[in-house]
């Protein structure tokens, strides 16, 4: 059975840092993803990692202070968290395929129950 559990979220004030962390159990995936989701708002693609490291992507409002890293012999992956704002405020979701990139959340088929991030101005 395949599982992501995500941890590592809680309530920082702006200008600080979090990293979540993404484990996955039951299967090794070569892509996998960061995405949030805040209160009445679509979800929202965050950050990728694809084919094994060879593609990341990053959304432009996280550019430069964001950072998707794995760590293979742990079958995790992390998204570090740097310089966060009051809009950074939502639940992520960790979630995982096979095959190329995708920003579209509809073409994962696992995800985790997620995780609050709470960003106090």
């Known amino acids: 059975q395949v599982q992501l559990v995500e941890s590592g979220g809680g309530l920082v004030q702006a200008g600080g840092s979090l990293r979540l962390s993404c484990a996955a159990s039951?299967?090794?995936?070569?892509?996998m993803a960061w995405f949030r989701q805040a209160p009445g708002k679509e979800r929202d693609f965050v950050a990728g990692r694809w084919l094994g490291g060879i593609v990341t992507k990053y959304a432009d409002s996280v550019k430069g202070r964001f950072t998707i890293s794995r760590d293979n012999a742990k079958n995790t992956v992390y998204l570090q968290m740097n310089s966060l704002k009051p809009e950074d405020t939502a639940v992520y979701y960790c979630?995982?395929?096979?095959?190329?990139?995708?920003?579209?959340?509809?073409?994962?088929?696992?995800w985790g129950q997620g995780t609050q991030v709470t960003v106090s101005s």
């Open positions: 979630a995982a395929r096979e095959g190329s990139a995708t920003t579209m959340w509809g073409e994962y088929d696992y």
């Open positions: 039951g299967r090794t995936f070569s892509s």
